[in-house]
Structures are given as C-alpha cells and as structure tokens.
C-alpha cells in the first residue's frame, strides 16, 4: 500500500526523465546506467493520532535507493545528486494516496552517500510517512 503510494509519487517525467528504471528490482540481465529503487520498509502500528478510527495508523520508514553510473563521464557524484534532489522534491512535505488510509506526514529523515565498487555512485534517502486507517 505506501510502496504502491511512493511509486506513483516518483511516476512522473520530472524524475522518469532522469532515469532508465524506476521500481523495487532492476529487472534481471538489466543494467541501467540511472535508476531509483524503492527499498527497506520498517512499519510501526501508531496508535497515538488523534484523528479517524480510534487513533490508529503506521509510522513506516521506507528507503529510497538513487544509482548512477557517472564514474566514464567523471562528473562525480552531479548525476546520482540530481536523482536525489528530485526524489526528495517529489516526496518531502507531500500527502501520499495511500489506500485506505490518510496520510498525516511523508518527510525527509536521512540522506546518505555511500561509496560503491567504483561503478555507480549511490545515494540512500529514508523518509518517514505517517498513515491513518480510515
């Protein structure tokens, strides 16, 4: 349910321009120079909101991977930042439409680099969402 939410937030040209794939796999044989994955989930039951059915929702962290092979172009890491800048743009501060349920927050938790193989540059952002049972 939120993994289907983030992946049609992230289905847009503003960010499927920037990239060869988009998913929660890269396809088996595939091997796209620029590519987001949708990643780790870590779900908690809340049943401290205030609001709908007797308090009760998830507090959910979930990771967002952005790849980039750039290492031929020697940009650095410029290609795998823009990915993220436009991942974090699509999914910070924004309601989600999450089945079900009401989203109370998606937000910007943490954005890590993390060196690679020397292949690709990879950035890992984890972004905390709140949901409501309706």
């Not at 809340?46 to 020697?74: F, K, N, P, Q, W």
């Not at 690679?116 to 709140?130: M, N, P, W």
């Amino acid at each position: 349910m939120i993994q289907s939410a983030i992946y049609a937030a992230l289905n847009v040209s503003a960010l499927t321009t920037l990239v060869d794939h988009l998913g929660d796999s890269v396809p088996e044989g595939s091997h796209p120079a620029r590519y987001v994955l949708i990643g780790e989930m870590d779900e908690q039951p809340d049943r401290t909101l205030e609001d709908g059915a007797a308090g009760r929702g998830h507090d959910v962290m979930i990771t967002v991977h952005s790849y980039a092979r750039d290492v031929d172009t020697a940009t650095g890491n410029k290609t795998v930042q823009a990915i993220n800048a436009q991942v974090v743009t699509l999914l910070d501060d924004v309601s989600l439409a999450v089945s079900g349920h009401a989203t109370v927050l998606c937000e910007l938790e943490t954005t890590t680099l993390i060196p690679l193989d020397g292949k690709y540059r990879h950035i890992a952002t984890d972004f905390r969402v709140v949901v409501e049972d309706a």
